[in-house]
């Protein structure tokens, strides 16, 4: 059975909707916690007395959580346990906690991290993609008009699969930026894990359609994937595909349906069927 010293951050991930999402391990260590920092006190007050717990919170949100890491540091020097939690989710995951854990650490104090509900493996668990290709998470993109299409254009040229967070005030201004991207995949997720979970996949083009066909759609948190890009066609996919054609096909509708099937470019598969022929003697 683990040990759970005093004088330990305890990074605690909480239900990012479901209240039965909590883990017995997270449990277990907010009952020890001699205090529990937190982004909103009145929040995960009520969190807590689902579970029957009270314990002091302290505040720690992104406007004070330099300030109040060293009051932290200062509990953690007296041998206590502080656990830390966000409103919902992974702590120091596009939440605040971050900057907690790394003054904690520089001080030279232990973290022992509570894993749990996270709604960027939550999405990408029902997106259905390859691990083989990664993926990177980008959280929020920017706010104002202008720096989130910038920040999409970027998208194009990112192969890998994005996660992407959004809040509801925002997602139709990100659905019509998005919209640049064509028909590359997106996975929606709108209220992970609460009653009126919704899940979606579509081209990026038909993402502000899928917005405006329920009033209810544009409410909730959102968790997104942008699919991966679709790889380009290996070159000798071209040559392969016309070998085949050119058996049963005239030379110029071979090269066609070679480059229509391949992607290869046309010239390129005109100049290899000539050759072709010619090492026939045809």
Sequence with gaps: MQHYPEGTLYVVATPIGNLADISLRALHVLQLAHVIAC??????????????????????????????????????QRQERVAYVSDAGTPAVSDPGARLVAAVRSAGLAIMPMPGASSVTTVLSAAGISGDSGFIFVGFLPSK????????????TEARAVVILEAPHRIEALAASMAALGDRLITIGRELTKQ??????????????????????????????????PQAPVRDDGKRVLVLLLDHLPLKTAVKLAADISGAPRNELYNTALKLKQDKGE
């Design 196 to 229: 009126f979970e919704e899940i979606a996949t579509l081209p990026c083009t038909d993402f502000t359609g899928w917005l405006a066909g329920s009033s209810q759609r544009t409410r909730g948190e959102f968790a997104l994937v942008l699919h991966p890009a």
């Design 39 to 76: 982004e909103d006190t009145r929040h995960t007050q009520g969190l807590l007395r689902q579970y029957g717990i009270e314990k002091p919170l302290i505040a720690v949100h992104e406007h004070n959580e330099a300030e109040a890491a060293v009051g932290i540091i200062g509990r953690l």
């Design 145 to 156: 008009a202008g720096e989130r299409d910038q920040a999409v254009q970027l998208l194009l």
